[in-house]
């Protein structure tokens, strides 16, 4: 207990650094390093009333690509060679990112034209709940929303969680952890694990 006390005093009370950089450009089609399916996850909403569907969902099924939209339905072929680019039918999908390499577009190539759709953000309210944590010196950890930035108090601690670039559902505290969540059936966030020097220790929403 001594030990674990130690890691999080650590963890939560460690200020944030922040450093000067030149603004990122609004939109980037490439990334440094591969990108995992994940990123990709999410409702489009379609900016063209023409199209037959108002909106493209997609998700992550049996290690694919999966998308629907309208009637309809099947998996995303990666393009070799052309990152964030994939192929559906006689489609092309580029998925667009902004500045901070988040996902945030998709843009749908046909005969028929171009179109566009942007990526429903889920909201730091999906995340705010009081969770029930194990092997921690604390019973609970509390995620609050204020003023647009995702708040944890836990214990004596406090701070903000910053959403980690490229890795869905997944925030940055302080540089000395990670929290991790996972959702189910339903979208809606179903457990928390947060990783502190190669430990985990997991939580879930208290009732």
């Not at 990666?78 to 039918?89: L, M, P, Q, Y």
């Not at 004596?156 to 959702?183: C, H, I, M, W």
């Not at 979208?187 to 208290?206: D, L």
């Amino acid at each position: 207990m001594k030990k674990t006390t130690i890691i999080l005093s650590l963890l939560l009370a460690a200020p944030v650094l922040l450093t000067a950089s030149t603004p990122a450009p609004l939109y980037t089609t490439t990334i440094p390093a591969p990108a995992d399916l994940q990123d990709y996850v999410g409702t489009f909403k379609m900016n063209d009333s023409n199209l037959p569907f108002s909106q493209v969902v997609v998700s992550q099924q049996a290690g694919k690509l999966h998308y629907v939209a309208g009637e309809y339905e099947g998996d995303f072929a990666e393009v070799s060679g052309k990152t964030d680019t994939f192929t559906a039918n006689e489609a092309t999908v580029t998925f667009v990112r902004d500045g901070a390499g988040q996902v945030a577009k998709l843009r749908l190539e046909v005969s028929e034209g171009t179109f566009e759709g942007t990526k429903e953000m889920a909201s730091f309210a999906d995340y705010a709940a009081r969770y029930k944590m194990d092997g921690l010196p604390f019973e609970h950890i509390v995620l609050t929303e204020k003023s647009g930035q995702l708040h944890y108090e836990a214990g004596e601690y406090s701070g903000v969680l910053v959403p980690v670039p490229n890795q869905a559902d997944t925030f940055d505290a302080n540089g000395r952890a990670t929290f991790k969540f996972t959702r189910n059936d339903q979208k809606k966030v179903s457990r928390m694990v947060v990783e502190v020097q190669g430990q985990s220790y997991e939580g879930v929403p208290a009732k």
